[in-house]
């Protein structure tokens, strides 16, 4: 199945060899690699290499090792768990910048707004007015209310990305709002006049996407998220 590998970093030839043959479905999920023996005799390697290899597969999520009489490294089936999971530690721990993060959810979010206008039925758009009143609710509340109201938000945002019928778009942006309230909490001016903006934004795009309006909700959603990143750089200076 495998071929002996060029000696300078050799880990990392084993690693495209094996990460290739699961992409192609030579290794499907669930059957195992063969026996280290058998896998150091056709790589060519030390049982060094091909753990430093084994080690950085399943860092990756492609295959899980097992210990034991019935252990082995074990092909995992390919999914977005992975990229969702470093997505959120990068925005949980800030590691990415304001401006980055606005160009990313410009790209994002109003594509999003403008699938979620062409592709939304009844019952989504019921959905998202219902949410819309919830949000409207807690913003009633006062001070008392703002972390619901923003929770709420967040909902709203992740049921859009939904709408979109996009998987890549739904696993990135939900990873994105379980995580983004960082940036939030350390850069936004919290205020009333703040949140009845953002609520006024929210509004307008769930009437576009419930109008059908696929580009005007697309540019709602580009304006939503420049005028609050300019809000957050603004503190953050």
Not at 10 to 27: F, K, P, S, W
Not at 152 to 181: C, K, W
Request: aromatic share 6%; with cysteine.
């Amino acid at each position: 199945m495998f071929k002996q590998v060029k000696q300078n970093k050799a880990y990392q030839d084993v690693v495209e060899q094996i990460q290739e043959a699961i992409m192609e479905g030579t290794l499907k999920p669930g059957s195992m690699l063969p026996a280290e023996r058998e896998l150091k005799e056709q790589f060519g390697i030390s049982r060094g290499t091909l753990r430093e290899a084994l080690r950085v597969l399943e860092q990756k999520g492609l295959i899980e090792i097992r210990t034991g009489v019935a252990g082995g490294s074990i092909i995992r089936e390919v999914n977005s768990e992975k990229l969702s999971e470093n997505l959120g530690l990068l925005i949980r721990n800030r590691a990415v910048s304001l401006r980055d993060l606005a160009e990313f959810r410009e790209g994002m979010e109003g594509g999003v707004a403008a699938l979620a206008a062409q592709r939304a039925g009844e019952q989504d758009i019921a959905s998202l007015q219902g949410l819309l009143a919830v949000a409207q609710g807690h913003l009633k509340e006062g001070r008392k209310g703002w972390d619901a109201f923003v929770r709420t938000d967040e909902q709203i945002h992740m049921a859009l990305a939904r709408m979109s019928g996009n998987p890549l778009f739904i696993t990135v942006l939900t990873s994105v709002y379980h995580n983004i309230h960082t940036y939030y909490e350390n850069y936004l001016p919290w205020n009333k006049e703040l949140l009845q903006e953002n609520f006024t934004d929210l509004c307008n795009i769930v009437a576009a996407v419930s109008a059908g309006e696929a580009e005007r909700a697309r540019e709602i959603a580009l304006g939503h998220v420049r005028r609050f990143n300019a809000y957050m750089e603004e503190k953050q200076a």
